[in-house]
């Protein structure tokens, strides 16, 4: 049996990371952190498979937390989707700057966009939930 991928959503609304994990936990691992700080704990102790970031967050901003896990090993290769109630195309573009981020998703979380977007960032079938060169 294939072992289930580990997503991280990181987000400081507890109903985002409640939306995430109801979405996407039927065929993922899901693991949530409400800061940057949470989120640095994970993944300094377990290996993740994609980041669900949102980019404002009091504390920690997305952008922080990206440059803090930079030199990660474990993290190193991990696509990042940003989730952001703002789509400004200067926010958008400084959000392509940082090398791990694949995609980007405009709040209010549509489960469609979530699905589709996650599956891609992992190069994975969405209806057999096998990766895609299988």
Not at 89 to 94: A, D, F, G, N, S
Request: hydrophobic share 45%.
């Amino acid at each position: 049996m294939q072992e289930r991928k580990v997503i991280l959503a990181i987000d400081d609304m507890s109903m985002n990371l409640r939306t995430i994990k109801v979405l996407l936990e039927k065929h993922f691992d899901v693991r949530l952190a409400k800061s940057g700080q949470m989120a640095l704990t994970i993944v300094n102790g377990e290996r993740v498979s994609l980041i669900l970031l949102d980019i404002e967050m009091p504390g920690m901003s997305g952008f922080e937390f990206l440059e803090k896990i930079k030199d990660y090993p474990n993290v190193q290769d991990v696509p990042i989707i940003f989730i952001s109630s703002h789509a400004s195309p200067e926010l958008i573009k400084h959000a392509s700057k940082y090398g791990g981020v694949k995609d980007y998703i405009i709040k209010p979380i549509t489960p469609e966009i979530l699905e589709k977007k996650v599956y891609a960032a992992l190069n994975m079938n969405p209806f057999s939930g096998h990766d895609a060169a299988l």
